[in-house]
Protein backbone atom coordinates (compact mmCIF):
# COMPACT_ATOMS: atom_id res chain seq x y z
CA UNK A 1 0.00 0.00 0.00
CA UNK A 2 1.36 3.74 -0.99
CA UNK A 3 1.45 5.74 2.16
CA UNK A 4 -0.65 8.68 2.60
CA UNK A 5 2.52 11.09 2.68
CA UNK A 6 2.55 10.61 -1.48
CA UNK A 7 1.22 12.81 -3.76
CA UNK A 8 0.51 11.52 -7.61
CA UNK A 9 -0.61 14.48 -10.32
CA UNK A 10 -1.60 13.55 -13.40
CA UNK A 11 -0.60 15.63 -16.25
CA UNK A 12 -1.50 15.20 -20.08
CA UNK A 13 -4.55 14.10 -22.32
CA UNK A 14 -7.57 11.13 -22.13
CA UNK A 15 -5.08 8.94 -21.91
CA UNK A 16 -5.17 9.12 -18.51
CA UNK A 17 -8.75 11.67 -18.21
CA UNK A 18 -10.49 8.53 -19.92
CA UNK A 19 -14.02 9.18 -17.94
CA UNK A 20 -16.01 10.06 -21.10
CA UNK A 21 -15.36 7.02 -22.88
CA UNK A 22 -15.70 4.43 -20.54
CA UNK A 23 -19.65 2.91 -19.91
CA UNK A 24 -21.23 2.92 -16.93
CA UNK A 25 -20.45 1.15 -13.74
CA UNK A 26 -16.55 0.98 -15.32
CA UNK A 27 -13.73 2.63 -14.09
CA UNK A 28 -11.81 5.51 -15.43
CA UNK A 29 -7.56 5.47 -14.82
CA UNK A 30 -8.25 7.87 -12.04
CA UNK A 31 -10.53 5.33 -9.97
CA UNK A 32 -8.70 2.42 -10.72
CA UNK A 33 -5.90 4.38 -8.42
CA UNK A 34 -8.09 5.35 -6.23
CA UNK A 35 -9.12 1.64 -6.16
CA UNK A 36 -5.40 0.77 -5.54
CA UNK A 37 -4.50 3.25 -2.95
CA UNK A 38 -5.16 5.49 -0.56
CA UNK A 39 -2.73 7.94 -1.57
CA UNK A 40 -3.68 11.43 -2.31
CA UNK A 41 -4.07 11.68 -6.77
CA UNK A 42 -4.79 14.74 -8.31
CA UNK A 43 -5.95 14.73 -11.95
CA UNK A 44 -5.16 17.56 -14.04
CA UNK A 45 -4.67 15.34 -16.84
CA UNK A 46 -7.86 16.52 -19.36
CA UNK A 47 -9.51 14.82 -22.00
CA UNK A 48 -8.23 16.59 -26.04
CA UNK A 49 -5.50 18.64 -23.72
CA UNK A 50 -1.98 19.14 -25.94
CA UNK A 51 1.06 19.78 -25.11
CA UNK A 52 0.38 23.65 -25.29
CA UNK A 53 -2.38 23.35 -22.85
CA UNK A 54 0.25 21.40 -20.29
CA UNK A 55 2.54 24.55 -20.93
CA UNK A 56 -0.22 26.94 -20.60
CA UNK A 57 -2.35 25.68 -18.04
CA UNK A 58 -1.46 22.71 -15.96
CA UNK A 59 1.88 23.13 -15.22
CA UNK A 60 0.35 26.20 -13.19
CA UNK A 61 -1.60 24.45 -10.99
CA UNK A 62 0.76 21.11 -9.87
CA UNK A 63 1.06 21.39 -6.02
CA UNK A 64 4.52 22.14 -4.36
CA UNK A 65 3.37 18.80 -2.06
CA UNK A 66 3.37 16.42 -4.76
CA UNK A 67 6.15 13.77 -4.80
CA UNK A 68 4.56 12.15 -8.12
CA UNK A 69 4.22 13.06 -11.11
CA UNK A 70 2.93 11.03 -14.47
CA UNK A 71 3.10 12.88 -17.87
CA UNK A 72 1.27 11.59 -21.09
CA UNK A 73 0.36 13.84 -23.58
CA UNK A 74 1.16 14.42 -27.06
CA UNK A 75 -0.95 12.35 -28.88
CA UNK A 76 -3.72 14.72 -29.77
CA UNK A 77 -0.83 17.28 -31.21
CA UNK A 78 -0.03 14.40 -33.38
CA UNK A 79 -3.58 13.56 -33.92
CA UNK A 80 -4.16 17.41 -35.70
CA UNK A 81 -1.40 16.32 -37.74
CA UNK A 82 -2.53 12.95 -38.93
CA UNK A 83 -3.86 14.66 -42.25
CA UNK A 84 -0.79 14.63 -43.86
CA UNK A 85 -1.09 11.12 -43.86
CA UNK A 86 -4.09 11.11 -45.48
CA UNK A 87 -3.00 13.39 -48.70
CA UNK A 88 -3.44 12.54 -51.83
CA UNK A 89 0.00 14.06 -52.98
CA UNK A 90 3.54 12.23 -54.94
CA UNK A 91 6.06 12.47 -52.63
CA UNK A 92 9.43 11.33 -52.70
CA UNK A 93 10.58 8.79 -49.47
CA UNK A 94 12.77 11.55 -48.74
CA UNK A 95 10.09 14.29 -49.12
CA UNK A 96 7.94 12.14 -46.72
CA UNK A 97 10.44 11.41 -43.65
CA UNK A 98 11.34 15.26 -44.28
CA UNK A 99 7.73 16.40 -43.57
CA UNK A 100 6.92 13.99 -40.87
CA UNK A 101 9.90 15.62 -39.11
CA UNK A 102 8.87 18.84 -39.87
CA UNK A 103 5.53 18.27 -38.42
CA UNK A 104 6.61 16.46 -35.07
CA UNK A 105 9.82 18.82 -34.51
CA UNK A 106 7.69 21.55 -32.63
CA UNK A 107 5.70 18.68 -30.61
CA UNK A 108 8.97 17.55 -29.58
CA UNK A 109 10.23 21.00 -28.76
CA UNK A 110 6.97 21.79 -26.41
CA UNK A 111 7.38 18.16 -24.23
CA UNK A 112 11.04 18.84 -24.01
CA UNK A 113 9.82 22.42 -22.53
CA UNK A 114 7.23 20.89 -20.55
CA UNK A 115 9.99 18.45 -18.85
CA UNK A 116 12.65 21.08 -18.30
CA UNK A 117 10.18 22.78 -16.80
CA UNK A 118 8.95 20.22 -14.58
CA UNK A 119 12.73 19.23 -13.26
CA UNK A 120 12.67 23.23 -12.82
CA UNK A 121 10.35 23.78 -10.38
CA UNK A 122 9.47 20.13 -8.67
CA UNK A 123 11.59 17.98 -6.78
CA UNK A 124 8.77 15.18 -7.83
CA UNK A 125 9.71 11.94 -9.17
CA UNK A 126 8.65 11.87 -13.10
CA UNK A 127 7.47 9.25 -15.03
CA UNK A 128 7.18 9.92 -18.81
CA UNK A 129 4.47 7.70 -20.63
CA UNK A 130 5.15 7.06 -24.33
CA UNK A 131 2.15 7.25 -26.86
CA UNK A 132 0.20 4.02 -27.92
CA UNK A 133 -0.71 3.05 -30.99
CA UNK A 134 -4.55 2.92 -30.75
CA UNK A 135 -7.02 0.63 -32.18
CA UNK A 136 -6.48 1.78 -36.03
CA UNK A 137 -6.95 -1.19 -37.91
CA UNK A 138 -10.29 -2.12 -39.23
CA UNK A 139 -12.03 1.78 -37.79
CA UNK A 140 -13.58 3.36 -40.29
CA UNK A 141 -11.75 6.64 -39.97
CA UNK A 142 -8.13 5.36 -39.47
CA UNK A 143 -8.02 1.89 -41.12
CA UNK A 144 -6.15 3.45 -43.74
CA UNK A 145 -3.27 5.03 -41.93
CA UNK A 146 -3.38 2.44 -39.34
CA UNK A 147 0.55 1.39 -40.37
CA UNK A 148 1.78 4.55 -41.78
CA UNK A 149 0.40 6.40 -38.08
CA UNK A 150 2.96 4.07 -36.63
CA UNK A 151 5.67 4.60 -38.24
CA UNK A 152 5.02 8.76 -37.34
CA UNK A 153 4.50 8.04 -33.83
CA UNK A 154 7.52 6.10 -33.19
CA UNK A 155 9.30 9.06 -34.28
CA UNK A 156 7.80 11.15 -31.39
CA UNK A 157 8.34 8.26 -29.17
CA UNK A 158 11.70 8.41 -30.38
CA UNK A 159 12.22 12.14 -28.70
CA UNK A 160 10.32 10.73 -25.45
CA UNK A 161 12.84 8.25 -24.84
CA UNK A 162 15.96 11.14 -25.62
CA UNK A 163 14.25 13.51 -23.24
CA UNK A 164 14.13 10.66 -20.91
CA UNK A 165 17.70 10.26 -20.89
CA UNK A 166 18.09 13.79 -20.91
CA UNK A 167 16.29 14.50 -17.85
CA UNK A 168 17.04 10.95 -16.28
CA UNK A 169 13.37 10.72 -15.81
CA UNK A 170 11.25 7.56 -15.30
CA UNK A 171 9.54 6.22 -18.58
CA UNK A 172 6.61 3.96 -18.88
CA UNK A 173 6.15 2.20 -22.54
CA UNK A 174 2.04 2.42 -23.56
CA UNK A 175 2.91 0.16 -26.54
CA UNK A 176 3.87 -2.78 -24.02
CA UNK A 177 0.39 -2.11 -22.04
CA UNK A 178 -2.32 -1.81 -24.88
CA UNK A 179 -1.98 -4.64 -26.20
CA UNK A 180 -5.37 -5.89 -26.71
CA UNK A 181 -8.16 -4.94 -28.77
CA UNK A 182 -10.30 -4.75 -25.57
CA UNK A 183 -7.61 -2.20 -23.97
CA UNK A 184 -9.46 0.16 -26.00
CA UNK A 185 -12.84 2.14 -25.86
CA UNK A 186 -12.17 3.32 -29.13
CA UNK A 187 -9.96 3.33 -32.02
CA UNK A 188 -7.83 6.22 -29.65
CA UNK A 189 -8.80 6.10 -25.95
CA UNK A 190 -8.23 3.59 -23.19
CA UNK A 191 -11.01 1.72 -22.19
CA UNK A 192 -12.23 -0.06 -18.41
CA UNK A 193 -9.44 -2.89 -18.96
CA UNK A 194 -6.81 -0.46 -20.62
CA UNK A 195 -7.54 1.97 -17.99
CA UNK A 196 -6.65 -0.49 -15.08
CA UNK A 197 -3.61 -2.00 -16.61
CA UNK A 198 -2.03 1.40 -16.79
CA UNK A 199 -3.46 2.73 -13.24
CA UNK A 200 -1.64 -0.88 -12.00
CA UNK A 201 1.59 0.52 -13.50
CA UNK A 202 1.18 3.90 -12.30
CA UNK A 203 0.65 2.96 -8.57
CA UNK A 204 3.22 -0.01 -8.99
CA UNK A 205 5.98 2.90 -9.99
CA UNK A 206 4.70 5.16 -6.87
CA UNK A 207 5.30 2.39 -4.50
CA UNK A 208 9.00 1.62 -6.04
CA UNK A 209 9.91 5.36 -5.68
CA UNK A 210 10.59 7.47 -2.85
Excluded at 48 to 68: F, K
Excluded at 174 to 183: A, G, M, Q, S
Aim: net charge negative; aromatic share 6%.
Amino acid sequence: MVTLSKELVLLGDSIIDNKTYVLDGEKSVLEHIQSKTDMKTVQLALDGATTDDVLDNQLNNISSEASHIVLSVGGNDLLNEIGFLMEDFKYTPNQVLKRCHSLIAPITQKYESIVSQLQTTSRANLLLCTVYEGDLEGSAIYDDIAISSRAMLSLFNDSIYKTHNKFRTGVLELRNIFIEKEDYANPIEPSHQGGEKLATKLVEWVDATS
